[in-house]
């Protein structure tokens, strides 16, 4: 299933799961340090971030655990598929996200990775608190209820 787009955006990897097992509160929006052939693998979209997360690393936040394939036309100049790449946020953003994971028991959590319509890569952030069982639950009975409205409404005409 190809991803979808939205105007001046072009998504290369959604982290679909991430709204069933967080509430999330709060999104935000941070650039990626990426190498060459980083950057020329994302293009191609077959990046994964289902596993993965963000945190503070020294006075930074990284994104670990995000599978970004090698570029097979690199040979040896090629990266580390999961190698802890660095969020650019301005200092006010990483601090709150920071304390918040610390202080309050949130987590960050790569909703999407996507171009911007300059062509640069981003992140979509999202702060969220993990959801218990009942809540998951409580999220499929809604989903499964708006797709049996949506299916009836449709049957109406």
Do not use: C
């Amino acid at each position: 299933m190809a991803p979808k787009t939205e105007p001046g955006r072009r998504v290369v990897a959604d982290n679909r799961s991430a709204r069933f097992h967080y509430a999330i509160e709060d999104t935000f929006e941070a650039g990626i340090a990426l190498t060459g052939t980083e950057v020329k693998s994302l293009r191609g979209g077959k990046a994964t971030i289902g596993e993965s997360y963000a945190g503070p690393s020294g006075n930074d936040l990284m994104l670990f655990n995000a599978y970004i394939p090698e570029y097979l036309e690199a040979n040896r100049f090629n990266h580390d598929t999961k190698r802890p790449r660095r969020l650019l946020l301005h200092r006010r953003q990483i601090n709150k996200l920071i304390g918040a994971t610390q202080r309050q028991g949130y987590t960050v959590i790569p909703l999407k990775i996507y171009f911007n319509d300059k062509g640069r890569a981003k992140v979509e952030l999202g702060l969220g608190k993990g959801k218990q069982l009942h809540d998951k639950r409580e999220s499929v009975k809604q989903r499964d209820w708006q797709r049996d409205k949506a299916r009836l409404m449709r049957d109406k005409g």
